[in-house]
């Protein structure tokens, strides 16, 4: 028997779909993504963390160990969610949103000048105003901090934006 695997990114409600290009757009205003792997005892298990995007990549730190290293080296495909300015509308009974799903397989970043980069476009967006002095940890933090890169492999995105 045939077991096709199904469309992950056939969106049910497709005239809630937004563009590619807008779904990138959500990636870059939120403070957050919600990254979902496969624990190393087989189980889900999801953790949100500050990513930054460069391209088709998306670039988060680690600690060095931990459960989050180990499940991510021992099975590289992940997804991510990022939720968009999410609010209750009571008369409508439902809630107003914009959204993007990232699938993706990850690698870790094991060149220094590589992690350093990637740390450093993380500075650049979460701490913009700080100068290259007060994130000085950039040009040694890579000996002790996990830099990890998403190659996107599929991006989605929706909206609920009617109140009626």
């Not at 968009?84 to 914009?98: D, Q």
Request: with cysteine.
């Amino acid at each position: 028997m045939d077991m096709a695997k199904p469309d992950m990114t056939k969106m049910r409600r497709a005239d809630r779909a937004i563009s590619r290009e807008d779904a990138l757009a959500v990636i870059d205003r939120c403070a957050y993504g919600t990254l979902s792997l496969i624990a190393t005892d087989g189980t889900p298990y999801a953790v949100a963390l500050n990513v930054v995007r460069d391209g088709k990549k998306l670039f988060f730190h680690s600690a060095p160990e931990g459960l989050k290293v180990d499940s991510l080296r021992e099975n590289p495909q992940v997804c991510l969610l990022f939720v968009e300015n999410p609010t209750i509308y009571e008369k409508g009974l439902t809630t107003l949103y914009t959204s993007t799903v990232v699938r993706g397989k990850v690698t870790e970043i094991t060149d220094f000048d590589e992690k350093r980069r990637a740390l450093r476009l993380l500075c650049d967006r979460f701490v913009p105003s700080l100068t290259k002095e007060e994130t000085g940890c950039v040009e040694t933090g890579p000996k002790s901090t996990g830099v990890w890169c998403i190659e996107i492999e599929s991006v989605t995105g929706k909206q609920n934006r009617r109140m009626g």
